[in-house]
């Protein structure tokens, strides 16, 4: 197989993934083996992330103050991409406190 055949057979490959993860699936966030791809369309990163940038993303079992998730806040259609601040665990339910970069609070 050349090349180029290669990567078209590739990019079907994807595509379909893609395609039946999120209207078979329906996922919120289609994924490609777990792995989702999304833009960065605010300035709330700035410096860390900067608008326009592709981030790739996965989920974790766990996450630590220092790093950077992505999450739907409540009630939003849209996804959120900040770094954990603060890590709060209250009877067995844990809560983040994130904050965007480049925001003063």
Known sequence: MTKPNALLAFLIFFLSVMLVDKYVKKSRLPSFFGYSQLVIATGSMEGTLDIGEMIFIKECADYEVG?????????????????IVEKLTSGGVTTFITKGDANPT
């Open 67 to 83: 790093e950077i998730i992505t999450f739907w806040a409540k009630d939003s259609d849209v996804t959120t991409t900040h770094t």
